[in-house]
C-alpha cells in the first residue's frame, strides 16, 4: 500500500537492511530461506499429442537493457494448444520487477518477479498462448525486458529462460486467422495510440491490453489515490476511479475496469508474498475488447487510428503501461466485408466522490453499448457488445497515515450478442468480480502489520488470497522478527485446491 512520503523512505530503508537498534522477546519467524513461489490454480491442460519445444529467451537479467533474439517454430502446425513456460531464479536481495515479452513487436505476456531469499529461490509460470498461433507460425524477433537493478545493495540477478511448447492438432483450429501489433506507436499526451490495419475480409476482430499501473509510483496503487484537498500523499483529482477506454478513429470502441494488481512488494510488507504470490502477479492478462461492431468501418484497407486511454489519471501524469494487440477471423471466402457501425453510446461517467477527515469514498459507474452488421459471404452478421463497469470503495487513515485502510471492489460484465450464419453465433457473457480488502498498521514498536485478502472472480471461477505478515520496520533484515500466515483458494469446476503458508513455508499441502 501507499504510505506516506517519509514513512515509504523509513521502509525502503529497512527492506535495504538499514541498521536500527530494537530489542523484543524472540517468537517464531521467518529465517534466511522459505519454500518456493507457487500459486494454488490449476496447471494447464495439455492434450496427449505429440509435441516439440523450443527455448525464446535464455539470459541473466541485470540491467535495464532489452533482451532480443530471433525465433522459428521447431514444428509445424496446426497446434492443438502452445505453452509459455518461464523458469526463474533469483538469490540475495532484490525488488520485484515488471516485465514483459513481445513476439514480432505483439505483447504475448507480463510478468512480474518474486523478492527473493539470500539463499535463493525459484520459480516458474505457464501461460496458454495459442490465441498467438498465427503469429508463432512465422519467423519473428523475441523481445523481452525485465529491467533490473543489481549493485552492492540489490544483488539479485534475475536468471530466466522461456520456452514455448506446441502441441500437434488433431482437428481445425479456430485460433484467430492474424495477430496484429499497433504500427506507428507513440504516446499521444498520456494515451498510447497508433495504427492499425485490418485486412478487407476481417468477419470478427478482438483487441488485448495489457494494462498495468506500474513503476513504483502513486499510479501503482491507484485504488489508493484521494483527492487533492484530503491531503493524503498520492493525490489525483477527482479520486481513485479508473477505467481502460480504447478508442477507433477518436471514438469509444470499448471500457473496462482494470485489474488491482499487487506484486511481490506490495502494501509495504513483502512477508505476505515470498511463497504465495497475489492473483495474476506472475501472469498479468489482458483485458479483452470485442471490436467487431467497428468492423464495418475497418475492412477498407485504410491504417485507422488506435488508442488507449485510462481514465482518471491526474494531467500530466504517467504511471501506467497500456501495450495492445489485435486478434483477427476472416471471412473463409477471402473476400472484402462491408458493412457499418449502427450505433455506439457511451453513458454519462457516475464518479461520486465522498471525503472527510481521513476518509475517501466512492462509487461510480459506466456503461457502454455498441452494434455493428456485416454483409460476408455466408449472409448478414450483427454483433451487438454491452458493457457495464463499476467500482465501489471506502479509503480511511489516521494520523501519519497510520493506520491505512482500504476497502474496494470491481465489476466488469460483458455481453456479446451475435446473430446471423455466423461461426460465432450466440451469446456470450463475461462478469468479473475485484475486490481489496486491508489495512496496514505500525505499532508503538515499530511493528508493521499488513493484513490483505485479494479477490479475482468470475463466472464459475473463484481466486482469493488471504493473508497477515508484521516485521520490526526499522530493523536490519536479520532482526526484523518477520512472521505471516497466508493462503490462496482456487475453485473452478470440480477444481478446489487450497495453499497455506506460515513464516515462508508450506503447511497445507504438506
Known amino acids: 500500500m501507499r504510505r506516506s512520503i517519509a514513512v515509504v523512505a523509513g521502509l525502503l530503508l529497512a527492506l535495504a537492511g538499514a541498521p536500527a537498534a530494537h530489542a523484543a ?16 490454480a490449476p496447471a494447464i491442460a495439455k492434450p496427449p499429442t505429440r509435441s516439440c519445444s523450443t527455448t525464446i529467451v535464455d539470459h541473466a537479467f541485470d540491467n535495464y537493457d532489452v533482451y532480443a533474439q530471433s525465433y522459428a517454430a521447431p514444428c509445424r502446425g496446426p497446434w492443438a494448444k502452445v505453452v509459455l513456460r518461464l523458469d526463474g531464479s533469483v538469490a540475495g536481495r532484490q525488488y520485484d520487477r515488471l516485465g514483459w515479452l513481445t513476439m514480432g513487436g505483439v505483447e504475448i505476456f507480463k510478468t512480474s518477479t518474486p523478492e527473493p531469499s539470500p539463499d535463493g529461490i525459484q520459480w516458474s509460470v505457464e501461460k496458454d498462448v495459442t490465441a498467438y498461433s498465427a503469429l508463432l507460425e512465422r519467423p519473428q524477433t523475441v523481445n523481452m525486458y525485465l529491467g533490473n537493478t543489481v549493485d552492492d545493495t540489490y544483488t539479485g540477478v534475475l536468471k530466466v529462460k522461456v520456452t514455448l511448447t506446441f502441441y500437434a492438432a488433431v482437428g ?40 498495468t499501473g506500474s513503476g513504483g509510483g502513486c499510479e501503482e496503487f491507484w485504488y489508493l489515490t484521494a483527492p487533492s484537498p484530503t491531503g493524503y500523499s498520492c493525490p489525483a483529482d477527482p479520486g481513485p476511479y ?23 512488494g506490495g502494501w509495504s510488507n513483502p512477508y505476505l508474498w515470498y511463497v504465495l504470490p497475489a492473483p495474476r502477479a506472475f501472469d498479468i492478462r489482458p483485458i479483452t475488447y470485442d471490436l467487431s461492431p467497428f468492423l464495418g468501418r475497418l475492412t477498407d484497407g485504410a491504417a485507422h487510428a488506435v488508442s488507449v486511454h485510462v481514465v482518471g489519471v491526474p494531467a500530466g501524469q504517467g504511471g501506467w503501461d497500456t501495450p495492445i494487440n489485435f486478434l483477427g477471423w476472416r471471412d473463409p471466402s477471402g473476400k472484402r466485408v462491408t458493412g457499418a457501425l449502427v450505433g455506439a453510446h457511451l453513458s454519462t461517467l457516475t464518479d461520486d466522490v465522498t471525503t472527510g477527515p481521513g476518509r475517501v469514498g466512492l462509487h461510480a459507474s459506466h456503461t457502454f453499448v455498441a452494434g455493428g452488421y456485416l454483409r460476408t459471404s455466408h449472409g448478414l452478421i450483427t454483433t451487438t457488445v454491452s458493457q457495464r463497469v463499476g467500482n465501489d470503495s471506502i479509503h480511511s487513515w489516521g494520523d501519519g497515515e497510520n493506520p491505512d485502510a482500504l476497502t474496494a471492489t470491481w465489476t466488469d460484465d460483458v455481453t456479446g450478442v451475435v446473430a446471423g450464419r455466423s461461426r460465432f ?52 533484515r536479520d532482526q526484523r522478527q518477520a512472521n505471516g500466515t497466508s493462503e490462496e483458494r482456487y475453485r473452478q469446476g470440480r477444481y478446489d485446491r487450497t495453499v497455506r503458508t506460515r513464516n515462508g513455508f508450506v503447511v497445507e499441502p504438506d
Do not use: C, K, M
Not at 484467430?176 to 485490418?198: C, E, K, M
Not at 479508473?242 to 511481490?264: C, K, M, N, S, W
Open 25 to 40: 522477546a524472540p517468537v517464531p519467524v521467518f529465517g534466511s530461506d522459505w519454500d518456493n513461489p507457487r500459486t494454488a
Open 172 to 211: 481445425p483450429s479456430a485460433v484467430a486467422d492474424d495477430v496484429l501489433p499497433l504500427a506507428d506507436q507513440h504516446t499521444d499526451g498520456q494515451d498510447l495510440a497508433g495504427t492499425v490495419i485490418v485486412p478487407r475480409d476481417t468477419e470478427r476482430l478482438l483487441a488485448e491490453v495489457y494494462a
Open 242 to 264: 479508473r477505467e481502460v477506454q480504447v478508442l477507433v478513429d477518436g471514438q469509444v470502441a470499448g471500457i473496462a475496469a482494470p485489474f488491482p494488481h499487487v506484486y511481490t
Open 425 to 476: 453465433a450466440g451469446v456470450t457473457r463475461v462478469a468479473d468480480r475485484y475486490g481489496l480488502d486491508g489495512r496496514i498498521t505500525v505499532d508503538a514498536g515499530d511493528r508493521l502489520t499488513t493484513t490483505l485478502t485479494v479477490t479475482d472472480a468470475g463466472l464459475g471461477r473463484s481466486d482469493i488470497y488471504r493473508g497477515s505478515a508484521s516485521y520490526l520496520a526499522g530493523a536490519p
